[in-house]
């Protein structure tokens, strides 16, 4: 009662205190005791039906006096990272002073242990993907409302905070879509003063945040922005950031991995949004250091980078420029690798599942294109300013796994410089360089021009390369290899053009030239100098004024399987993958190819032929000459001018007009006093002897054209002979060594004519067939058909048959002529000796027959039966012979009538008598009187050759008499 008595005696300023202290005392007890409750579990189950997680908050204070609050222990939960957000504290601290200030005025804002966790997994799935789908959820189940109009003037509302600070905050990211989990941790803390949605001065809105990295290093943003119109400026900086735990994130879709490396960026900026957007970028410097990049499984990173500084960006997008002062990279190193699937730099960035990969590589090339296209038709809208690009130090490996073993090369100790280049601007860039390559070649290069149009212009300078280096390269293709080399080169060259056109010009030397087949030796050159080469793709023309070859030594070798070198590295050479592709380049234009002079000094050309045994081998020593004005084109004609020792001793010349399309030869060669030993294994292998002497000289001329061969040649073969056997079963059958006599002068020559002609389409022609076919067939005739060659020592006679009278040994006229000839042979022919052979013939029977009957009828007086018809005495002894002899009347051997005249009856009667006596009379010769009248023919014919002509006793011999021939005289036998 009392108070209420008080109550109403009291004043009303005294009530008006009361009641205030009363509303503050309850709005003190629900700040401080109710609402936190209330707040925590409301905001816990508005937050957890918004996201369908559960939301835990441990604690939740409210200082209606101070009109703070915090929230303690605030976390959305998630079954793989524990905690999808939270934070362990939150203090937000109001001002009344909002009120004057016509904003929403705080403080300070600060968080504490903020952490915010992401994880993917396989198949692209994130940890958060079930709150995005339940948000997207419940937007589609709320009403759709028709949006109010915009209002143009409509502005953000006005909020200022004193300060929003985070401390204590990280962002983590877990990699789990590979076969390894990956967490990335980025420690995180901003610090925000006088922020405010409308600055009021510049001090406002001035913020600064710190990120700091994993493994050190750290990430600081500070400037400041104001909203309305939205402008920012300030300074990004990076420093030390560890790119390992970075690439870790990223391991599953590139195929290598980041060893070591680290990252410093820093930049000025500024950046609005009014009409246009506009960002600027000064004073930017990235610096990286140590950075590597390796493919599992290889021994040394494929990349390195000890240190890349970029400096001096800027960048303006309204005026689309970028400018680079200087990129400054030192002591770089590339390793290359070449596998079956080819070279793995070009792989190292494509996801390593392949069909990713594929689509990876046709979005690349489609990008590559187009800005390609861009750039040749100058309409990049960007110009990209390059003012220096330094290169110190570099060294870039190439090791090729496809060989077996694998090989590497080198190019170290490379400086490179570019100035000056504009993309998007007509402006000239330069360049220059230089470099070692396989620890000796020295390579200086320079060079300048513009991207757009394409104008490029270069100078190039090789000097020492090593060639035996690049030797496992040509052998995996052809069977030969580089033993020994030094390469040098000069070279200008000019591109240009959309196409675009290549034009060139070089001049070089290799020194100690050494090339091998299959271990063995094959191409020697002291000194190989080309002069004058021009190229150009335009025209499709090579123009050389001059090759050099000094001290040139060539091995050609048949093998024992009859290929040449052309054949074997036919045969070694690995098949070309995509036939098809040459065959469609079968209706482009060839290449014209201009080779102005050829000089050949002090060389060798050597051949051996295994197919023969023993070796055959020959060879072009001390060569020297040229060869002047060679082109591919059809229709020219190079002339040909060399000399040489064969088996450094016999001279050889070859001179004329040359042509490989249409095949074309106006040649004469020739060759003086080639030791014939040396054909020893063709001898024995088609004539079945060794050489035992002989020196050969050839003059020969060589027509070819149409197609067709013409060749004379006069063959000269001096104190040619033949030795021992040789067991061949492709020898000629026939006495080889007596067609020799027959063909050798007595000055021991051997003169051979050879005409030659054929069609060169003909597949079955050869020229070497041919030669040996025409030389075999000469002496085979020789051989075989001794006489007919000899026939023309004897004017025409045929000397193989000497005939004498019938029945009579003596050495007529007609017989001493033929023995002329035979004597004039053996003095032709020193080599030769003739056999005599004393031969009867039917002829000689009768010859005989008549004989015995003469003598019997008139002696020595005899003349022949002609006239003995004449006188009646002589016939009557005819008829008395025959009847005595036969005990027959003569008249029984006339069958038809008589004449009536007296003497023509009895020179019928005579004749009838005279012939049946002969023909019984040369039955009755005796074999004694056939020989004794062979022997009597062969030792007068020996006698006329010997005393009378002057052939050698020793070379003309008696063989043993042959009767009852076909000769009627002497047959000739040749020996040797």
């Known amino acids: 009662m009392k108070v209420l008595e008080t109550w109403k005696q009291a004043s009303w300023k005294i009530k008006t205190l009361v009641i205030l202290g009363i509303i503050y005392v309850l709005y003190a007890l629900l700040g401080f005791l109710v609402a936190p409750g209330l707040v925590r579990d409301n905001a816990s189950e508005i937050l957890a039906e918004l996201t369908g997680r559960d939301v835990q908050i441990n604690e939740v204070k409210i200082n209606p006096l101070a009109l703070s609050a915090t929230i303690n222990g605030f976390a959305i939960k998630d079954e793989q990272t524990e905690v999808l957000a939270g934070f362990d504290h939150l203090y937000v601290n109001f001002q009344l002073s909002s009120l004057f200030r016509w904003s929403w005025y705080f403080d300070q804002v600060a968080l504490d242990g ?3 966790r992401a994880r993917r997994n396989p198949g692209s799935a994130f940890n958060f993907d079930d709150v995005l789908a339940h948000l997207e959820a419940q937007a589609e189940a709320e009403p759709v409302e028709e949006a109010p109009p915009e209002d143009e003037n409509a502005s953000l509302p006005s909020i200022a905070i004193g300060q929003l600070l985070l401390t204590n905050g990280d962002l983590r990211y877990t990699e789990a879509a590979g076969k390894e989990p990956h967490e990335l941790i980025l420690p995180i803390a901003f610090d925000i003063t006088n922020f405010s949605t409308v600055a009021k001065d510049k001090e406002s809105n001035d913020y600064a945040i710190r990120l700091e990295g994993p493994d050190g290093g750290g990430f600081e943003w500070a400037g400041n922005f104001e909203f309305a119109p939205f402008t920012a400026n300030g300074r990004l900086q990076v420093e030390r950031v560890d790119l390992v735990s970075l690439a870790k994130l990223g391991a599953e879709q590139v195929r290598f991995t980041v060893p070591s490396g680290e990252l410093d960026l820093e930049a000025n900026y500024q950046f609005s949004q009014g009409e246009d957007i506009k960002l600027l970028i000064s004073q930017g410097r990235v610096t990286l250091r140590n950075l590597s990049l390796q493919k599992p499984g290889e021994e040394s990173p494929s990349i390195q980078f000890p240190a890349i500084t970029v ?38 960035f494509l996801p390593p599942d392949d069909d990713k990969a594929e689509q990876v590589k046709e979005q690349v090339k489609e990008k590559a294109q187009a800005a390609a296209e861009r750039i040749v038709e100058a309409e990049t ?70 991207l757009a149009p394409l104008n490029i212009a270069s100078k190039a300078s090789l000097s020492g390369l090593p060639l035996a280096t690049f030797s496992p390269w040509m052998e995996r293709e052809v069977p030969l290899s580089l033993r020994a080399g030094v390469l040098a080169l000069d070279l200008d060259a000019k591109v240009e053009g959309d196409a675009p056109d290549i034009t060139a010009s070089a001049s070089g030397t290799v020194q100690g030239l050494n090339v091998l087949e299959n271990g063995q030796a094959f191409f020697k050159a002291n000194n190989v100098a080309l002069q004058g080469l021009t190229l150009s793709t335009a025209t499709q023309q090579v123009n050389i004024q001059d090759v050099a070859l000094s001290g040139m030594d060539v091995l050609h070798k048949v093998d024992s399987q009859g290929r040449d070198l052309s054949m074997r590295i036919a045969a070694g050479t690995r098949p070309s993958e995509g036939g098809s592709a040459s065959a469609s380049g079968d209706n482009e234009k060839p290449w014209q190819v201009a080779l102005k002079k050829v000089r050949v000094i002090g060389s060798q050309v050597r051949h051996e032929d295994q197919t023969v045994t023993p070796n055959f081998r020959i060879g072009l020593y001390q060569l020297s000459g040229t060869v002047t004005n060679l082109n591919t084109r059809p229709g020219s004609r190079a002339n040909l001018n060399l000399q040489a020792q064969i088996d450094r001793y016999a001279p050889f010349t070859a001179k004329g007009v040359v042509s490989p399309e249409p095949l074309y030869s106006n040649l004469n060669v020739s060759l003086k006093n080639y030791e014939m030993t040396s054909l020893t294994p063709f001898t024995g292998l088609y004539l079945g002897y060794q050489v035992e002497k002989g020196q050969l000289g050839v003059d020969t001329g060589v027509d070819i054209e149409n197609n067709r061969l013409e060749s004379k040649s006069e063959i000269l073969a001096d104190q040619f002979y033949l030795g021992e056997k040789v067991e061949s079963e492709e020898a000629v059958k026939v006495p080889i060594k007596l067609g020799l006599s027959v063909l050798r002068t007595r000055n021991g020559e051997i003169n051979l004519p050879v005409t030659m002609s054929g069609d060169l389409d003909d597949p079955s022609f050869s020229v070497t067939g041919m030669i040996l076919k025409v030389l075999t067939n000469v002496v085979v005739k020789a051989a075989t058909a001794p006489f007919s060659i000899l ?76 006239l003995a018809l004449e006188e009646s005495s002589l016939r009557r002894k005819l008829k008395r012979r025959y009847e005595s002899a036969t005990d027959q009347d003569v008249e029984t051997l006339v069958s038809d009538p008589l004449p009536e005249e007296g003497d023509e009856a009895d020179k019928m009667l005579a004749r009838a008598a005279w012939d049946a006596m002969v023909k019984s009379g040369a039955k009755a010769v005796t074999s004694q009187q056939l020989v004794e009248l062979a022997r009597l023919r062969s030792e007068n014919a020996k006698a006329t050759l010997v005393q009378q002509l002057g052939a050698e006793q020793s070379r003309v011999y008696l063989n043993e008499s042959r009767v009852d021939g076909e000769v009627t005289g002497l047959t000739l036998t040749l020996g040797k």
């Open 381 to 450: 809208f960007w110009k990209v300013t390059l003012d220096r690009l330094g290169v110190k130090g570099s060294t870039l490996r190439f090791r090729d796994q496809t060989l077996a073993p694998a090989q590497t090369v080198e190019m170290t100790e490379g400086d490179f410089e570019l100035t000056n280049l504009v993309v998007g601007e007509e402006a000239p860039f330069q360049w220059q360089g230089s470099a070692k390559i396989a620890g000796e070649g020295q390579l200086t290069h320079s060079g300048e021009g513009m």
């Open 311 to 348: 400096s001096g960006i800027a960048v303006d997008t309204q005026a689309q420029t970028v400018s680079i002062p200087e990129v400054e990279v030192s002591r770089p190193e590339v390793n290359a690798v070449l596998e079956e699937a080819g070279l793995d730099l070009a792989t190292l």
């Open 114 to 116: 903020l952490t915010v």
């Open 791 to 866: 026939a023309g020592l004897a004017g025409g006679q045929n000397l193989e048959q000497i005939q004498f009278a019938p029945g009579s040994a003596e050495v007529g006229p007609d017989t001493s002529n033929s023995l002329a000839a035979v004597a004039k042979v053996l003095t032709e022919k020193p080599d030769l000796s003739f056999g005599l052979i004393g031969t009867t013939s039917q002829e000689d029977r009768v010859a005989l027959a008549e004989q015995q009957i003469g003598m019997d009828v008139a002696g020595e007086d005899w003349a022949g039966i002609d």
